[in-house]
Structure formats: structure tokens, C-alpha cells
């Protein structure tokens, strides 16, 4: 059995009071196969 991780930036959009930023979020993919 092996683990497996991944990681992908995903862009998105944040908003707090009114005002919209773009940012990249990490997502971190983990499991086995």
C-alpha cells in the first residue's frame, strides 16, 4: 500500500466587507491507492 499526496493551486475569489481579492488556495489531495 503507498500514500499519496498531491498538491494543486486553485485561483479564487475572497470576499470580506464588500471587497473582493483574488488568491490562490493549496489544496492538498490525500489517499492511497
Do not use: C, Q, T, Y
Not at 494543486?8 to 492511497?32: E, I, Q, R
Amino acid at each position: 500500500m503507498a500514500a499519496r499526496i498531491e498538491k494543486a493551486v486553485v485561483p479564487g475569489v475572497f470576499s470580506l466587507d464588500g471587497a473582493d481579492f483574488d488568491v490562490d488556495n493549496n489544496v492538498w489531495l490525500v489517499g492511497d491507492d
